[in-house]
């Protein structure tokens, strides 16, 4: 894995700032559930500031990579299906 560089100065980093976590209205947990939560949290970027700058910046790992990738296809069938059932319901047919 090759070292960070910070794109302010180029030096190398190390210090990481940690991950910053978005709260989540309890009416969205309820609807989406707690794995599409986890899979959002997951693909957070971890922030990193340069020791020798200040400047903070965001890096995704591997693993953040991949939950992203992971969690549009599953945010894009949930919303298809709660789509379909929202029409179905306005236009009078059965479930």
């Known amino acids: 894995m090759k ?3 910070c794109p302010a100065c ?9 991950k910053r ?4 209205p309890a009416g969205c947990l309820s609807v989406l559930g707690l794995p ?4 959002h949290q ?3 970027p971890l ?7 200040g400047t903070a910046f965001k890096r995704r790992s591997g693993l953040a990579k991949f ?4 969690l549009i ?3 894009g069938v949930t919303a298809l299906y709660w789509l379909g059932k929202l029409i179905s319901l306005i236009l009078g047919a059965s479930p």
């Open 3 to 5: 070292p960070l560089a």
């Open 10 to 18: 180029g030096s190398a980093c190390s210090a990481t700032a940690g």
């Open 21 to 24: 976590f978005a709260l989540y």
């Open 36 to 39: 599409f939560a986890m899979f």
């Open 42 to 44: 997951a693909q957070m």
């Open 47 to 53: 922030e990193y500031r340069c020791p020798g700058c």
């Open 67 to 70: 939950n992203l990738v992971m």
């Open 73 to 75: 296809p599953i945010a």
